[in-house]
């Protein structure tokens, strides 16, 4: 090879190499814009899946969200609640009925027979004690009347023996033997009028005005007349039941008891009374429990006392007690209508933004009113309470609009 040919090939070895250098480095700068194009283009990617643009150009993340306006939530008559910790009571359930206190209940009789000429009472009145229900026209009252002054009259004429005989033996001009004749006499007269005058009182016959006839059936201690049974001009008996006459400021509560719950339903066991007509609950203790279990219902009676100021339980109402069986403090709780089902899931519509999201919540413990949240809220967390229903109808609604 001479001397020309060599400088041609190291040339040409020189060319490729620049070229070879070159085509490396477009290569790897290629690579790295494709890579930041790549990159560029899946962040772009990742914004439109979790992000999308409305047509003012605002992003915002609505999935699930049933959107409801302050305005909406007033008009749907839906309560907001915050969720917080309460103190609950465990309670087992048992059907009852609101019944008169019979131990302040009397059922007033005439006592003695004849014929009615006023009525004093009506239906509902409130009464206090002595005062007159009826006036009663009674032969038999007449009759001990006329006993009780015959006896009076007696008594006087033997006072008076008495008096003079005692006299004469102590000025010696009787004898002792006439003296003692005349005490034991009068002895006997002050009992006549004593028994006289107790008959009269049994018949409630004493301290009536005007015709000796006349007998004043009183009430026999303050209440309200719940029933009934007498008109002017009736003839009525000794034992005929006319006026019963109840305190209404205490009512009892009868319980039936099944037999298996006997072991948790005890005297002075902690009670709640709820009204099935309304909301009205009030508190109490039970006062007895049966010994005897019937044997068809095989289940036990039993009874809570209520106080009833304003009379709000009234005998005949049916009501569901709830006998406590233990209380705890629980970290968050939420009202019983606040739970829904959606989807076969317990869900409480939550607050959020400017609507509800369903959130699935796990729940425990309930005193009927407020629920146990174990799982899927948390204290002060906003929800929806009553009226939520309308809430689950807006999201069905909104569902089946999707759908299509």
Not at 22 to 32: D, E, I, P, T, Y
Not at 169 to 193: C, F, G, M, N, P
Request: glycine share 12%; no cysteine; aromatic share 4%.
């Amino acid at each position: 090879m001479n001397k020309h040919q060599s400088k041609v090939i190291a040339i040409m070895v020189a060319l490729a190499l620049v070229f070879g250098g070159v085509v490396l480095f477009k290569g790897r700068n290629g690579g790295a814009q494709q890579a930041e194009h790549t990159e560029a283009k899946s962040e772009g990617g990742e914004h439109a899946e979790g992000e999308h643009n409305d047509e003012h150009g605002e992003k915002h993340a609505d999935e699930g969200l049933i959107r409801f306006s302050d305005e909406q939530v007033k008009l749907a008559g839906i309560t907001m609640h915050s969720a917080a910790a309460a103190h609950l009571d465990t309670f087992i359930r048992m059907p009852g009925q609101i019944a008169l206190n019979e131990d302040r209940t009397a059922h007033v009789t005439a006592r003695a027979a004849g014929a009615v000429e006023r009525v004093a009472a009506t239906l509902g009145q409130e009464v206090r004690k002595g005062d007159t229900l009826a006036i009663i026209a009674s032969a038999e009252i007449a009759g001990q009347r006329a006993d009780l002054a015959a006896a009076g009259k007696r008594l006087a004429y033997a006072r008076s023996v008495y008096t003079s005989e005692k006299t004469l033996w102590e000025e010696k001009i009787s004898a002792r033997q006439d003296y003692l004749k005349a005490e034991s006499e009068l002895r006997e007269a002050e009992i006549a009028v004593q028994g006289a005058r107790q008959k009269l009182a049994a018949l409630g016959g004493m301290g009536g005005a005007g015709a000796s006839n006349r007998l004043q059936v009183r009430a026999p201690f303050g209440g309200t007349i719940v029933e009934k049974h007498v008109a002017q001009g009736e003839v009525v008996g000794a034992d005929t039941r006319i006026f019963t006459v109840s305190d209404l400021s205490t009512v009892w509560a009868d319980v039936v008891v099944p037999a298996k719950d006997l072991e948790i339903v005890r005297v002075g066991t902690e009670a709640v009374i709820r009204s099935v007509a309304s909301s009205t609950t009030a508190p109490g203790k039970v006062s007895f429990v049966s010994s005897l279990i019937g044997e068809e219902s095989r289940s036990a009676k039993a009874r809570v006392v209520l106080d009833n100021p304003q009379t709000a339980w009234r005998p005949g109402l049916f009501v569901n007690v709830d006998i406590v069986t233990g209380s705890a403090q629980v970290p968050v709780a939420v009202a019983r209508e606040a739970l829904q089902t959606v989807g076969g899931r317990q869900v409480v519509f939550k607050r959020v933004g400017a609507g509800f999201v369903a959130q699935s919540v796990a729940v425990g413990r309930s005193d009927g009113r407020l629920v146990e949240i174990v799982s899927g809220m948390k204290a002060g967390e906003q929800y929806a309470g009553a009226g939520s229903f309308a809430i689950k109808a807006e999201g069905a609604k909104g569902d089946a609009e999707h759908g299509h």
